[in-house]
């Protein structure tokens, strides 16, 4: 029989899972999660739910911006020079205009205004040009932008009824800032406009908004984060597409700070009128415009109480927003209005730096009181002539005597035995070929030259004929004239250089004083009381003695001293006849300095004498309450 081997057992079925199970298991799964989310719902909604909440209505709320009125600007009695006034303007918020080709035309039908001129005032914000509105509204989506400024009353009505035609803009009354002098003190005030990009960019840590207008040049430049104030506004809700919905707030602008100057502003506009009757009479004379500049100073603490430079603008113009075509006449103009002649400007200064070259041969024992040198007319340097101004010369002369007479073979002997070295160290000593430290941009350094800088400038030696030039204020010589005010005022007080201040105080809009100005003094003069008493005998002749050079504005029974300059000049494309430059610096009284006084004229083509120092004996006057000299001769105080 045949033997086969076991069979395997068959394997025993599993038994199928139960329903019941599988629906606990679920059961169990599905209670985890809602636990899970009822938790995380529970920790937001009741331990964080506040805090949501607030984040969620943030999302939804935006705010425009409102414009802080600056602070006021007061001369030193307080007459009110720079102020703010109410202007209705029209405002655009790009996110809520819904149809802006539309809009922008109905308006400027409706307001009698130029389209175009609307659409380039919109689309060039923050020193920006937008190529659209698209990309306008998304970068600046919240302006406010002003689309028109100054509506009248008729404008204003006009809008009103039919404001809801136009969503997205609406009448605001703003403050804009005001200059109810116009153009007297331009060029010291400074004027404000539309913060661009750059600047943006720059001051955005120290608070300032895309919105804000600031201080573009002078004191509104220099004082602006004082000046500013704090911007306002208005919280607005807006849906999930960035429309407005509802105004829910407002919060009010904080006034800036005002400012409180040493300018005394009777004075201001007594040497403003001076200077432009005498530019009126010079342009009779040489047939068009010049300009000029005038500065007075109290010689004690350098607080600076008239600042004049001529032509001037008018900060009203760039307010509201200046239009092209003023701007570019601002531009085109040849005798440039827009630069301040009185800081920025360099020049030869002629016979005025005769103080300084006075002052170095005193310091170095080169002269004395009595020291003569003598002036034949001409003064021979190793065959190179030195011409004087007076034909057949001045004869045996002291240095007192030198400076009335403004002797310049005196000086071009005197500038040869000093040299330069000796020279360059007191014009250096005097703050000449550095600024003064004055509160306002723009100031230059002037030119000092050195035999090392004419190396490095013209790649040339230094000659002695060099020396001679500077020691009368010619050649390579550059300076500002509040320079050479700064100058004449340490030869007026002994000696002691002060930095010049218009801004005498800083006061919040309570009027409690938060910064207060006093004198900043910059350095000595080594020079001897005595030795500077004998310069101011030589200036008092100026003005006293019938040979002094500015014996033409003396002021009978009042005793002030002075220095006439008359500087040449190169020839260049703005001034192809090469006018002279004319100067006059003075201090009063001679016997107890209360102002100093520099007056220059721009290629004005004639003496200091005549072009520059009836100005300043116009500011004496003025200042001192003294009425002009009559016919027979006398001046009075009023």
């Not at 509204?137 to 039919?162: C, H, K, W, Y």
């Not at 002539?385 to 009335?404: K, Q, S, W």
């Not at 001293?561 to 009284?589: I, L, M, Q």
Request: hydrophobic share 45%.
């Amino acid at each position: 029989m045949t033997l086969h081997p076991p069979r395997p057992a068959a394997p025993r079925a599993t038994p199928p899972v139960r329903p019941v199970a599988r629906i606990v298991a679920f059961a169990v799964f599905a209670a985890v999660a809602l636990g899970i989310l009822i938790g995380r719902l529970a920790f937001m909604q009741l331990a964080h739910g506040s805090e949501y909440a607030r984040l969620a209505n943030l999302n939804q709320l935006r705010t425009i911006p409102v414009t802080a009125p600056r602070g006021v600007i007061y001369d030193r009695r307080g007459t009110v020079i720079v102020r703010n006034r109410p202007s209705f303007v029209v405002q655009m918020v790009p996110m809520q205009v819904k149809d802006p080709a539309g809009e922008m035309a109905d308006l400027a039908r409706l307001l009698g205004l130029s389209v175009d001129q609307m659409w380039r005032r919109v689309l060039t914000q923050n020193g920006v040009t937008y190529p659209d509105f698209d990309a306008l509204a998304a970068a600046i989506p919240l302006g406010p932008i002003n689309v028109a400024e100054d509506l009248t009353p008729a404008q204003v009505g006009m809008f009103s009824e039919r404001a809801d035609r136009f969503a997205g803009f609406a009448v605001e009354l703003l403050p804009v800032r005001d200059y109810p002098y116009r153009t007297l003190g331009s060029h010291f005030l400074g004027y404000v406009g539309q913060i661009t990009a750059a600047e943006y960019a720059a001051r955005r840590h120290e608070g300032y908004t895309p919105n804000d207008i600031v201080g573009k040049d002078g004191l509104e430049y220099v004082y602006d984060r004082w000046l500013r104030g704090r911007p306002g506004g208005r919280r607005i809700k807006v849906n999930a597409a960035g429309e407005a919905v509802a105004t829910v707030g407002a919060f009010a602008a904080v006034p800036g700070n005002d400012l409180v100057l040493n300018i005394d502003w009777r004075l201001q506009r007594a040497a403003e009128a001076a200077m432009a009757r005498q530019i009126g009479i010079i342009a009779r004379r040489i047939g068009h415009r010049t300009g000029g500049a005038a500065i007075v100073e109290d010689p004690s603490t350098g607080a600076v109480l008239a600042f004049v430079s001529q032509p001037n603008i008018d900060p009203n113009d760039f307010a509201a927003g200046i239009s092209q075509k003023k701007y570019d006449a601002y531009l085109n103009d040849p005798l440039h209005p827009l630069f301040n002649r009185a800081i920025a400007g360099a020049y030869p200064t002629g016979s005025t730096f005769k103080l300084i070259t006075a002052s170095a041969a005193l310091a170095t024992g080169l002269l004395t009181a009595t020291t003569t040198r003598y002036c034949g007319g001409v003064f021979d340097l190793n065959g190179y002539i030195f011409n004087d101004d007076l034909a057949g010369g001045h004869g045996t002369l002291t240095l007192p005597t030198a400076i009335t007479e403004s002797c310049d073979v005196f000086f071009y002997q005197v500038g040869h035995e000093l040299g330069i070295d000796k020279l360059d160290r007191y014009a250096a000593l005097y703050g000449i070929g550095r600024p003064t430290g004055i509160d306002l941009p723009g100031e230059t350094s002037g030119i000092l030259p050195t035999p090392a800088w004419k190396r490095k400038v013209y790649n040339d030696d230094w000659y002695a004929g060099d020396t001679v030039n500077m020691a009368i204020g010619q050649g390579y010589l550059e300076a500002s004239p509040v320079q050479m005010l700064r100058v004449v005022a340490a030869v007026a007080n002994g000696g002691t250089l002060y930095a010049p201040q218009l801004v005498a105080a800083i006061r919040d809009p309570h009027g409690r004083v938060l910064v207060r100005f006093g004198p900043r003094v910059l350095g000595h003069v080594p020079i001897a009381p005595s030795d500077l008493a004998i310069i101011r005998r030589g200036m008092l002749g100026v003005i006293e003695d019938p040979y002094g050079t500015a014996h033409n504005v003396a002021i009978p029974g009042f005793h002030y001293a002075g220095k006439t300059g008359t500087a040449e000049n190169v020839p260049t494309v703005d001034n192809p006849s090469g006018r002279n430059h004319a100067w006059f610096v003075c201090y009063a009284p001679y016997d107890r300095p209360r102002i100093a006084v520099v007056v220059f004229m721009d290629q004005s083509g004639g003496f200091g004498a005549v072009n520059a120092a009836p100005v300043a004996q116009a500011i004496v006057e003025s200042y001192f309450h003294i009425k002009p000299a009559g016919p027979n001769g006398a001046g009075i105080r009023d």
